[in-house]
């Protein structure tokens, strides 16, 4: 490790550990959650107050800042931390799933994929040298491979042939990484673990990654519908095929008891929309269990959102209010949900760094587990 990017294990707690990423922009505190700042922002959250509410890193999208406003814009104003006032490290993702997700007519080849844009229908080619390029131009300081991502329901020969191409890719993706000169010699890149829920598939991918080299190990195609049951069944084995003294990163996870879960497991980083996207649409995480304040019950509930969170929404603001604000379709109730919710999600995880460090993550785990009961429905 360098002085780049140095990953320290302060303490561990069965498979879990705690400890830091040191990077030139900053420290990243392990366990970490990144809020997923898609467009150049967290929605409905500015900097400063993400950065108040404990996350030492955020998630930049690479499909979508390359459609708007373009990566060659956002180096000419100066990069991404520039561009969006945002100090703290950044990773970006590779683009890869919401090519997928988002794109209706694409077409896959070895060289990438080529996909139409959701906002005007032009055609691009997204490969990993171009992906790569892209995060380079953003100036993020962790670059994800790119990788090809197929359903979880796909047959183990769909599923391996991804596989492979990705491990492919992902050595296309260190090549054009290690060409980027300075860049390149003061940020990272990470793999990513492909295979879906196979135990084997996920150990040749694992072994793949390993030989090519990278600064810490993403586990993806998983929090793709599968459910909690089969996420944690992989989650048993796939971190232990990767190594111990890397980051391994969960991508798109998750709901407060994943994360808890996935931790257990030896995850050391994770990123979900969650968080903001519940905020707008007025549902609040709490201890007890996620809440949907439009709900009729609080419309004269004089309490805060969560009588245990020390977040400035909560600290001055009353259910009651809330409950009138999202209803009324006010700006100010999305403001106010998220930055709980993002307070919320940052404590859940000083929480859990705490409890590694006193060697009492299962006592934590366990009671957070009692106490926190998802929302019918959710």
């Known amino acids: 490790m360098t002085d780049r990017f140095a990953f320290t294990i302060a303490a561990t707690d069965g498979a879990a550990r705690t400890g830091s990423i040191a990077m030139h922009r900053g420290t990243i505190r392990t366990p970490a959650f990144m809020p997923v700042g898609t467009a150049a922002t967290v929605k409905a959250m500015k900097p400063a107050d993400v950065e108040a509410a404990g996350a030492d890193i955020i998630l930049g999208n690479t499909y979508h800042l390359m459609l708007r406003p373009g990566a060659e814009r956002v180096a000419r ?7 969006m006032g945002w100090d703290k490290p950044i990773l970006t993702d590779s683009g890869g799933y919401q090519v997928m997700s988002l794109s ?3 077409k896959r080849s070895e060289e990438g994929i080529t ?25 993020s300081n962790i670059i994800m491979a790119f990788d090809e991502l197929v359903p979880t329901t796909s047959t183990r020969e769909v599923q391996a042939a991804a596989m492979e191409r990705s491990m492919r890719w992902a050595k296309r993706s260190r090549d054009a990484f290690d060409s980027g000169g300075e860049h390149a010699a003061n940020n990272a890149i990470f793999g990513i673990q492909q295979g879906a ?3 084997g598939l996920r150990r040749t991918s694992a072994d793949a990654l390993i030989d090519i080299g990278f600064d810490g190990y993403a586990i993806g195609g998983l929090a793709v519908g599968e459910g909690q049951e089969a996420m944690f069944a992989c989650l048993d084995f796939a971190p232990n095929q990767l190594p111990a003294d890397r980051p391994r990163y969960l991508m798109g996870v998750g709901k ?13 980083m994770f990123d979900c929309v969650l968080p903001t996207r519940s905020g707008r649409t007025g549902q609040a995480f709490t201890r007890s269990g996620p809440i949907n304040i439009r709900n009729a019950r609080f419309n004269e509930d004089e309490g805060p959102l969560d009588p245990e969170c020390a977040c400035p929404t909560c600290a001055t603001w009353s259910r009651a209010y809330l409950h009138h604000l999202v209803r009324a379709g006010e700006i100010l109730g999305a403001m106010l949900m998220t930055e709980h919710n993002i307070f919320f999600y940052e404590k859940l995880m000083a929480d859990l760094r705490a409890a590694i460090a006193e060697q009492r993550l299962k006592a934590f785990a366990d009671a957070f587990r009692a106490r926190y009961q998802r929302a019918k429905g959710e």
């Open 197 to 199: 829920l196979d135990e």
């Open 77 to 83: 104003l100066g990069g991404l931390h520039r561009f």
């Open 256 to 268: 407060p008891d994943d994360i808890v879960g996935a931790v257990e497991r030896g995850v050391d």
């Open 115 to 139: 996909f139409k844009s959701h906002l005007d229908g032009t055609r691009h080619l997204l490969s990993p040298e171009r992906s790569i390029e892209i995060q380079r131009l953003l100036g």
């Open 104 to 106: 209706d007519l694409t």
